[in-house]
């Protein structure tokens, strides 16, 4: 099985991964896959994914791993409602604001150390890319 998430942001507040949907209506097909569970099914593989690749090196150990805020982003006019806490649905104007309202969880060190471990891991893999 494979994921592919739409985008990875790291900053001092928390990891969010981003899911954009352009839609304009949404038609369920399938009850076991929607954008929320899709969602949910990225912060379980990325957190175990994180997990491991810090836990490879005595160095990254230190590192507490961050909160993963999952977001679902509509540049469309649909926008459906999110029943998981850590699944926040928003249109693109909300986005900026939603991320500067986050605590801060980690210092600059912590972020740097977590991204340069990403960008080394997703760089040995071709099927990669990041922009971290």
Not at 24 to 31: A, E, F, G, L, R
Not at 33 to 46: G, R, V
Not at 75 to 88: A, D, E, F, Q, V
């Amino acid at each position: 099985m494979s994921i592919q998430i739409d985008h990875i942001f790291l900053n001092n507040k928390w990891i969010f991964l981003i899911e954009t949907k352009n839609w304009d209506w949404y038609i369920k097909k399938d009850n076991n896959y929607t954008p929320i569970k899709q969602a949910e099914l990225h912060n379980h593989a990325f957190y175990i994914y994180l997990k491991n690749i810090l836990n490879k090196n005595i160095f990254f150990k230190t590192i507490k791993i961050p909160k993963i805020y999952n977001l679902i982003i509509f540049t469309g006019k649909y926008k459906m409602k999110s029943y998981n806490p850590y699944i926040k649905i928003l249109t693109l104007n909300e986005l900026k604001y939603f991320i500067n309202s986050r605590k801060k969880i980690l210092n600059e060190k912590e972020v740097n150390e977590i991204s340069t471990k990403l960008k080394y891991e997703f760089n040995k893999k071709n099927n990669f890319t990041t922009s971290l």
